[in-house]
């Protein structure tokens, strides 16, 4: 049998991680070779949902094609978020909740997404549809991971089906929604202990009509943890522009209590930022106001501003 | 509430047809505002297939951002098989089974492929899992679209999902599947009456690293009714490479009955075809041994061979 691996993006999150092992594990029950491995190092949010539901985390890889000729990508598509070397490979399934882009294949494959707030709560439907039981830890990973992608429901990318498959999957793993929800959001929010390149871990590259585009965001209880740092991280985001060529490098800081952001932008292309919302940086920093999801709220804006 | 249409691609063929009638008729039971509508003008075979099962063909249409802003495509995605405005709408949903290319968006979509025969296939699950009942037409119509695309199961393409989903539709439909389907299959074969233009109808085109690649195929049960019009067949594939600028035009003649094909290929290109099967072209034209499926034993070879 051929062995696949399977991974969500670099710069790994809850959903990312929780979706590679859950994949796996409906895979395994049906009778594939296959094993979960991650492409980067896990936040601190995702380290405390593992540790909580005890589970191990993937296999770190650098890339894919040394040991397998076939992948499966979770909770991603765009090429530039994927392995680097994803183009020697076949990619022969996707489960995903993000727009398609820079995105092909040769051949058919299974691609399964749905515009709902979490990659789990599809993956929920493909348990259920292939009837495989799913174990308390797998529930508690695939709740989690709805938990982090919604931020506990707040977000506007929620859907009623992630709310529903939560419900379900917190009876499965065992848990208090909200209880659990909120010690998770807040061991990922707690930005006491991180170096600046932890800040700036959650980064995704975008293409947008041919401009590099790079958008990390932070969720936190106050954005003043991230601003009393502002120097070091404009820093490190004016040498990641410098590194990578990029034309806009946007650093999204989001309160999970407010529900609204900051914004750090840097790049030739701040402008672009400030036609999308109708805002002006001052000192690189604008307010977004009630902007949570990169998903929804930032990268489909800054796509058509860009498309102009 | 919005008004979506729903169509496959250009040159309609049966399943494309009847992929559009299904979808419409399961999201009209969920309670949307939803039209199946074509791109193009009907093949004799699915013709047959809507008089036999008494269905109304969708309306043609050129364009469709002049009526809705909103669409869902079915046995399709790349952009140049689509509407010719497709970038000047939202794609909210695809139901398709080839292979991803040309085709971004900037939001998040239903999205639903897999590597079957049929994308009636994939209908059928989602017909069962919302619990939709399938009218005997639609039955009727969604079991001619897996017999048109798997050459009545004789198709490489064809997997076990596709038989299995036949039998269940032709209980439905209330048909005998051997029986129906080679008449079916011979009402489109019969070339007789057909013109030249309507002998390369059913064209697909394809961008292969750069390159502009026309890929025609017809059925037929003895080729020679297609070779003995050769020199009009050449001279209309040479007059579409010229005025679209293609680098190759590949027309498939397949023969249903043997399984084998012949190709006649235009354009500075020919070489490419040459190189993947390991064949010459004398005249124009070469033997392709035991190829039926353009899209599993044309299109992928040809991408591959066109990236070296």
Chains 1, 2 share one sequence.
Do not use: W
Not at 14 to 34: M, P, W
Not at 140 to 156: C, K, N, R, V
């Amino acid at each position: 049998m051929t062995k696949t691996l399977v991974f969500g993006h670099k710069n790994p999150d809850t959903d990312t991680i929780c979706s590679a092992i859950s994949y796996a594990e409906l895979k395994k029950a049906q009778g594939a070779d296959i094993e979960a491995v991650r492409l980067g190092e896990l936040n601190s949010e995702t380290t405390f949902v593992l540790d909580y539901f005890q589970a191990t985390a993937p296999r770190l890889v650098q890339t894919v094609a040394n040991e397998v000729s076939e992948v499966a990508l979770v909770d991603h598509n765009e090429r530039q978020q994927s392995a680097n070397d994803i183009d020697e490979v076949t990619v022969t399934a996707v489960v995903d909740h993000h727009r398609i882009a820079n995105f092909e294949t040769s051949d058919p494959l299974y691609y399964r997404a749905e515009p709902v707030g979490c990659t789990t709560t599809i993956l929920l439907k493909m348990f259920r549809e292939n009837e495989v039981e799913i174990s308390k830890t797998v529930a508690g990973l695939m709740l989690s991971a709805i938990i982090s992608d919604t931020l506990l429901f707040q977000s506007p990318t929620c859907t009623e089906e992630d709310k529903v498959a939560a419900e379900k999957l917190a009876v499965i793993a065992d848990v208090d929604i909200q209880t659990y929800g909120m010690e998770m959001l807040k061991a990922g929010a707690d930005v006491s202990k991180k170096t600046v390149a932890e800040l700036l871990l959650d980064a995704k590259e975008f293409n947008m009509n041919g401009n590099k585009v790079e958008i990390a965001q932070i969720n936190v209880v106050d954005v003043n943890d991230v601003l009393n740092r502002r120097s070091e991280v404009e820093a490190l985001m004016t040498q990641n522009v410098v590194d990578k060529g990029l034309d806009l490098y946007l650093f999204v800081i989001t309160n999970i209590l407010t529900n609204d952001s900051i914004g750090i932008s840097i790049g030739s292309k701040t402008s672009v930022v400030e036609e999308a919302y109708g805002i002006k940086f001052v000192e690189n920093q604008a307010p977004l106001k009630g902007v949570v999801s990169r998903k929804k709220q930032v990268v489909p804006i800054l796509t058509d501003t860009f498309a102009k």
